[in-house]
């Protein structure tokens, strides 16, 4: 039986590379990476010269090839250890695919654990850790991103995900209009020369990166409700925002009662009058505004 390493790698400085890391990824014989270019840069800093391949691709077909060629090296006999491009594999990346796949064959997967975004940013919030529940990234739409967050809005652990700077303020719009005011941190060029921390509320840290330039990849954490989760049926504000959020992206009414019905509690009849009105409301303002 061959073994599979998962091997965490820094997120911004070297110097966070464990002992373990450098000797595993030297021991192996294949290295599996996210993308090749970035961990070679990684392997060349600490003078290693194991094999290097990918493990994934854009294109399924491609990506079941990659994910084969991983599996044979296993299944002949040879050790392989799993990193992305920066932090532990299989968050918030396509690594847990092949850990699944490997354990599947009925090889061993060893973690060597190593530094996470995740978790740094959260212990550095200043908002409680003993729960939180990681969204990693939200969807790109906005419609699509407010009804993700209208789903954990009454979630009373902390959250924590990751937004690119391009959408950071959007991301941080719809916190505010979703969640409330909430009490967020948003951590960049986590471990870096420049590394930044910001805390306040929603609505202070739109105004701030509204005017400060973001570079690289934000993580985000955002306050908890801060109490157990009621029991029972949403409140009817929240089952209208999901409603109308939904209707903007032009999902059937139908479409619509089946979602909310299952998260919130209500029956489908209930929600399928409300998203009925909101698409009658919706026709009527397109009306008066043509």
Same mark, same amino acid.
């Given at each position: 039986?061959?073994?599979?390493?998962v091997v965490g790698t820094p997120i911004g400085n070297l110097e966070d590379m464990t002992d373990r890391a450098?000797?595993?990824l030297a =021991?192996?014989?294949?290295i599996a990476? =996210?993308?090749?270019?970035?961990t070679r840069q990684l392997l060349t800093r600490f003078d290693i010269h194991t094999e290097l391949t990918t493990y994934t691709d854009a294109y399924f077909r491609k990506k079941a090839e990659r994910l084969g060629e991983v599996l044979?090296?296993?299944?002949r006999g040879r050790s392989v250890a799993l990193v992305s491009d920066a932090g532990m594999p299989g968050l918030s990346d396509p690594g847990f695919e092949l850990v699944d796949a490997v354990i599947a064959g009925g090889h061993e997967v060893v973690v060597i654990p190593g530094p996470s975004a995740i978790t740094a940013a959260l212990v550095v919030s200043g908002l409680p850790s003993e729960r939180f529940l990681f969204l990693g990234f939200l969807p790109r739409k906005a419609g699509e991103r407010r009804s993700a967050l209208a789903e954990v809005a009454d979630e009373p652990a902390t959250l924590v995900l990751? =937004?690119?700077p391009h959408r950071v303020v959007d991301a941080l719009e719809d916190i505010l209009a979703v969640l409330g005011d909430r009490r967020v941190a948003a951590g960049r060029e986590l471990t870096k020369k420049f590394e930044e921390v910001w805390r306040g509320s929603a609505s202070d840290a739109i105004a701030h990166f509204r005017d400060t330039p973001v570079r690289g990849e934000v993580t985000l954490v955002v306050a908890g409700t801060g109490r157990r989760?009621? =029991?029972g049926r949403w409140p009817e504000a929240q089952v209208r925002v999901a409603v109308e959020l939904m209707a903007q992206e032009r999902v059937g009414a139908a479409g619509i009662a089946r979602t909310v019905s299952r998260l919130s509690g209500w029956t489908r009849g209930e929600v399928y009058a409300m998203a009925v009105a909101a698409g009658d409301a919706a026709a009527d303002e397109q009306v008066e505004q043509s």
């Open positions: 039986m061959s073994t599979l390493y450098r000797r595993v =021991e192996v014989d294949l990476a =996210e993308d090749t270019r970035v044979g090296a296993l299944d990751f =937004e690119s989760r009621a =029991e």
